[in-house]
């Protein structure tokens, strides 16, 4: 069975640094997406970032990007010149591709970044 | 705002009893999913609608039934309740057939059963 583990349960980062936080998966599978998903006080879970299997290229959103090492099953996500507004809970997920009809999304159990002033 | 909207946001309910949430996709989208997020589990897929037909369906409890309805709205049925019942409750939609396909959150429901 697929799995995703995120092991650092808390971080924290000075304004305007830069942090990675680290997701590691296990599967079997040769198709699959990669998420990183924001959930913040308000509790609305935001979508971040989002990287194909099949792309050798890092996917990258503004100051969020991400080092995907295929082989290693690593997804960290790399937030720089880090802003208040960064503070919540990261959440990374894996979707498998070959699954037909019982495809779903693994959730890891979140990182919980405080960003200091 | 994601455009998706769950009804009602805190939900207080004893052990035994049944209750209805809500969610209302975002305007075009036909998928509708519901997540439950417990602290010591994180987040888990229940089960995927699309366009009112079931798709997907993953931890889900026999005791816990979800439909969706012609205008694409969703509830999800919790009975029996038990106290490992309580837990943030989301509702997702997308306009796609599959879970690939970029999903917006609603804001969930909070159900604390006492």
């Known amino acids: 069975a697929q799995t995703v583990t995120q092991s650092q349960p808390e971080m924290s980062v000075q304004e305007a640094e830069t942090v990675t936080l680290s997701c590691t998966y296990d599967t079997s599978e040769s198709d699959y997406y990669l998420f990183w998903y924001k959930q913040p006080p308000s509790r609305q879970m935001i979508l971040v970032i989002r990287?194909?299997?099949?792309k050798q290229q890092n996917a990258t959103e503004n100051r969020f990007s991400v080092n995907f090492q295929k082989a290693a099953k690593s997804f960290s996500l790399k937030i720089s010149d880090s802003q208040l507004g960064d503070a919540a809970m990261y959440f990374c997920a894996y979707l498998g591709l070959n699954a037909g009809n019982n495809r779903k999304l693994i959730w890891g159990l979140g990182t919980s970044l405080a960003v200091n002033p | 705002d994601s455009g998706v909207t769950q009804t009602p946001k805190h939900l207080i309910t004893a052990t035994g009893q049944r209750v209805t949430l809500r969610c209302s996709p975002r305007s075009g989208d036909l998928s509708v999913y519901w997540y439950q997020q417990s602290l010591d589990q994180g987040l888990q897929f229940l089960i995927q609608?699309?366009?009112?037909?079931?798709?997907a369906k993953g931890n889900i409890l026999e005791r816990f039934s979800a439909q969706q309805f012609p205008d694409l709205h969703s509830e999800l049925n919790l009975s029996s309740l038990e106290l490992g019942d309580s837990a943030l409750y989301f509702c997702?939609?997308?306009?796609?057939?599959?879970?690939?396909?970029?999903?917006?959150f609603g804001q969930g429901t909070r159900l604390t059963v006492v």
């Open positions: 609608y699309y366009n009112g037909e079931e798709r």
């Open positions: 997702a939609s997308s306009v796609g057939y599959s879970q690939n396909t970029e999903a917006f």
């Open positions: 990287q194909e299997a099949y």
